[in-house]
């Protein structure tokens, strides 16, 4: 899917505007490949890229309101719904999880830490069972206690995909019984509506996860919101199943008082959250208000202005205000140019002639110009870094490498293409299509990856579609791209969660190819991929992962089939006001709003 530039998976959105969240080098593992996010920033340090793997302004001051402003609205304030990556963000503001991600920049920030359990849980039978003790004292925004049963019934609420549908179904993949699927709660037969068996919940503050498989990644799917504890007694009645999105009852620090869609949320103080039971929200501000509907230019303007404080996209600015703001020191001392939880790259199809042969394929990478398709992606500072490798720098265990080496500048090897070519039964070079949306960044992106390879005889004719059905229907079924002649493919992703398996699943997993709404664009059929993301899921040793991570992306890049080409990064600016400014990398590399305060 591309993440959508808003939702946390990037295979829904992967346009211009495809942000630098959920969430995409050098060195070490999560550390960040640019080198202007390299330089470690202490915690309190000022000026440009502070924020990333620091604290700008911090403070523990409580008063005022947070002002956010937005060119549309939210996919859902449902958490079981909502799947755009800066709502995930939003709903630490309303929503409560078992375990979350530390309220910290930098690297510390893909780390799950307890938050309405008192562990990260103990692990039985190599990750098949995992159990939950709930801390004492935890409210909804009316008094009533959280127990376990909300919990579980919260998770219910995911398996209802004929109500509920939107969100990421992971829960479905590793607690349902395929010989026996469970219906969700509005069908459930059980007179408590608690009819999922994997599911135990022996008293009220005891949760048992039964998985249908081992799998050590579970606690990043606990971390979602869509592992919130929701009321039954709410959810069931006229307010609740598909309308819940407009009456969201909150476990956290502030609820919702007023959602107009497409226009304004309201979010209030929660007077029944206990800040004693909450070691990772501060919520500083009285209220936050964001003001929905507004152009690209009005929320750049009103940032700069100190009219409202923060976007919660977090799609970057436009280029007007991205020269503004780097020539004037004191906008560029509140700015950000963060690594985004993106890989923007090109599908190369195993199935669609030649480039079903790998040597054609490795023409491709080496004929293409890197930094062109950089520049399509608005240059150094509003594209990203030229990639390398697949994983992206967010990612745990990312380490950089090059496979297809292309010259010192990355402008490409053409003595290298026209070796392959000829490798390939094509000395003269070939003709193939190339697949991109019609609107955003895929167009300019397409040409220039034309123009590169036209150097070494390869002759690519541009292909566009509408971006609501790109994905969907045009690259994302198998037989399109094989109808179509889809050689090349404009893509990008994102993870869900900074674990191999949060980022690679989807697009790289041969298992995982679907004939409709696939994200296996280049079909990719490795036996060694499958088994190192097996591998990479069955271990929780953090030095092997970062080994098998090595590993996994190196397999993917010898298939040729997936050619990065940017590392995303997003230049993000808030007001002057703002304090407790950082970027939290495990939520997408955008700011940790329930964290932020104003003067």
């Known amino acids: 899917?591309?993440?959508?530039?808003?939702?946390?998976?990037?295979?829904?959105?992967?346009?211009?505007?495809?942000?630098?969240?959920?969430?995409?080098?050098?060195?070490?593992?999560?550390?960040?490949?640019?080198?202007?996010?390299?330089?470690?920033?202490?915690?309190?340090?000022?000026?440009?890229?502070?924020?990333?793997?620091?604290?700008?302004?911090?403070?523990?001051?409580?008063?005022?309101?947070?002002?956010?402003?937005?060119?549309?609205?939210?996919?859902?304030?449902?958490?079981?719904?909502?799947?755009?990556?800066?709502?995930?963000?939003?709903?630490?503001?309303?929503?409560?999880?078992?375990?979350?991600?530390?309220?910290?920049?930098?690297?510390?920030?893909?780390?799950?830490?307890?938050?309405?359990?008192?562990?990260?849980?103990?692990?039985?039978?190599?990750?098949?069972?995992?159990?939950?003790?709930?801390?004492?004292?935890?409210?909804?925004?009316?008094?009533?206690?959280?127990?376990?049963?909300?919990?579980?019934?919260?998770?219910?609420?995911?398996?209802?995909?004929?109500?509920?549908?939107?969100?990421?179904?992971?829960?479905?993949?590793?607690?349902?019984?395929?010989?026996?699927?469970?219906?969700?709660?509005?069908?459930?037969?059980?007179?408590?509506?608690?009819?999922?068996?994997?599911?135990?919940?022996?008293?009220?503050?005891?949760?048992?996860?039964?998985?249908?498989?081992?799998?050590?990644?579970?606690?990043?799917?606990?971390?979602?919101?869509?592992?919130?504890?929701v009321p039954k007694s709410v959810d069931q009645g006229p307010k609740g199943g598909s309308k819940y999105a407009f009456n969201p009852v909150s476990s956290g620090p502030y609820q919702v008082e007023k959602y107009q869609p497409g226009k304004l949320?309201?979010?209030?103080?929660?007077?029944?959250?206990?800040?004693?039971?909450?070691?990772?929200?501060?919520?500083?501000?009285?209220?936050?208000?964001?003001?929905?509907?507004?152009?690209?230019?009005?929320?750049?303007?009103?940032?700069?202005?100190?009219?409202?404080?923060?976007?919660?996209?977090?799609?970057?600015?436009?280029?007007?205000?991205?020269?503004?703001?780097?020539?004037?020191?004191?906008?560029?001392?509140?700015?950000?140019?963060?690594?985004?939880?993106?890989t923007r790259y090109i599908a190369i199809s195993g199935t669609v002639p030649p480039l079903n042969n790998i040597h054609c394929r490795a023409a491709v990478q080496y004929a293409a110009n890197k930094v062109d398709l950089q520049g399509a992606r608005g240059g150094p500072i509003a594209g990203g870094d030229i990639a390398t490798n697949m994983s992206p720098p967010s990612l745990v265990g990312f380490q950089k490498f090059e496979t297809y080496p292309d010259g010192p500048d990355h402008r490409g090897d053409l003595d290298k293409a026209k070796s392959e070519l000829a490798a390939c039964g094509k000395p003269n070079g070939f003709t193939t299509n190339i697949a991109t949306t019609d609107k955003g960044k895929g167009p300019p992106v397409a040409e220039a990856l034309q123009a590169g390879l036209k150097r070494a005889g390869i002759n690519a004719k541009i292909i566009q579609r509408d971006a609501s059905a790109y994905y969907s229907e045009f690259v994302g079924s198998p037989k399109s791209v094989k109808d179509n002649g889809l050689g090349l493919m404009v893509a990008g992703w994102g993870f869900d969660f900074p674990t191999p398996y949060g980022f690679y699943e989807s697009i790289v997993d041969s298992r995982q190819i679907k004939p409709k709404g696939n994200s296996n664009y280049s079909e990719i059929r490795s036996p060694e991929v499958d088994k190192l993301l097996d591998e990479v899921t069955a271990t929780t040793d953090e030095a092997k992962i970062k080994e098998l991570s090595l590993a996994l992306d190196k397999a993917v890049m010898a298939t040729g089939q997936l050619m990065p080409f940017v590392w995303d990064k997003s230049l993000q600016v808030t007001s002057s006001r703002l304090k407790n400014v950082y970027i939290q990398r495990g939520l997408g590399a955008t700011y940790d709003f329930v964290n932020l305060g104003v003067a």
């Open 1 to 229: 899917m591309p993440k959508h530039r808003w939702p946390i998976r990037a295979g829904i959105a992967v346009s211009a505007l495809a942000v630098g969240l959920a969430a995409c080098g050098g060195g070490s593992s999560g550390g960040s490949g640019s080198s202007s996010n390299s330089s470690s920033k202490p915690a309190g340090a000022t000026g440009y890229n502070a924020a990333i793997d620091g604290v700008r302004n911090p403070s523990d001051t409580k008063g005022g309101t947070l002002q956010m402003v937005a060119t549309a609205d939210v996919d859902s304030l449902d958490p079981a719904r909502a799947y755009y990556g800066y709502v995930w963000n939003l709903m630490r503001l309303y929503t409560r999880q078992l375990v979350a991600y530390d309220a910290k920049p930098g690297e510390a920030g893909n780390k799950l830490v307890p938050d309405m359990a008192t562990d990260l849980g103990k692990s039985e039978n190599n990750g098949q069972k995992w159990t939950y003790t709930l801390k004492p004292g935890m409210k909804f925004q009316d008094g009533t206690p959280i127990t376990t049963k909300d919990i579980k019934y919260g998770i219910e609420r995911i398996f209802a995909q004929d109500v509920i549908s939107g969100g990421p179904t992971y829960a479905v993949t590793f607690l349902d019984d395929p010989k026996n699927p469970y219906p969700g709660p509005y069908k459930d037969k059980d007179p408590n509506k608690l009819g999922l068996k994997s599911i135990v919940t022996p008293d009220d503050n005891t949760i048992v996860f039964n998985l249908n498989k081992p799998f050590t990644d579970w606690p990043y799917i606990l971390a979602t919101p869509g592992a919130s504890p």
């Open 265 to 342: 949320i309201h979010w209030v103080r929660n007077t029944n959250w206990d800040p004693a039971t909450d070691p990772i929200r501060k919520a500083l501000a009285d209220d936050v208000v964001m003001t929905e509907g507004l152009s690209a230019d009005d929320v750049d303007k009103r940032i700069i202005a100190n009219q409202a404080d923060v976007a919660p996209e977090a799609t970057g600015v436009q280029v007007a205000q991205q020269s503004q703001i780097l020539r004037d020191p004191a906008l560029k001392a509140r700015a950000d140019n963060a690594s985004t939880i993106y």
